[in-house]
């Protein structure tokens, strides 16, 4: 089976960079779609960035300070974070879109999320 495993998160201040990585590991045809959630505490589950071939997408509140990108070849997908607020900490998750074989429906995965911290 397909799994997902973010890393890269952590106590950062306010200002500092960030960069999370999704590996996506199993049987893997393609990954059709990255996106990245996070948990806000207090909040409900918010979109945060996608990538879907070479398009890019990103919610306001990331827009000019984080950078989603992949690599194909190592089936994994990145946020860069930069200039974080302490209203981005979060738990992040990456949720991926992938064909398990040729000719197979698109299914989605979810990673367990990382854990980030931005303190003032």
């Known amino acids: 089976q397909v799994q997902l495993v973010e890393s890269g998160g952590g106590l950062v201040q306010a200002g500092g960079s960030l960069r999370l990585s999704c590996v996506a590991s199993?049987?893997?045809?393609?990954?059709?779609?990255i996106v990245w959630y996070r948990q806000t505490p207090g909040n409900q589950r918010e979109w945060v960035a996608s990538?879907?071939?070479?398009?890019?997408n990103y919610a306001d509140s990331a827009k000019g300070r984080f950078t989603i990108s992949r690599d194909n070849a190592q089936k994994t997908g990145y946020l860069q974070m930069n200039s974080l607020k302490p209203e981005d900490t979060a738990v992040y998750s990456c949720?991926?879109?992938?064909?398990?074989?040729?000719?197979?429906?698109?299914?989605?995965?979810w990673g367990q999320g990382t854990q980030v911290t931005v303190s003032s």
């Open positions: 199993g049987s893997i045809f393609s990954i059709n779609t």
């Open positions: 949720y991926a879109a992938i064909q398990r074989m040729r000719g197979e429906t698109i299914q989605g995965y």
């Open positions: 990538i879907s071939g070479g398009s890019t």
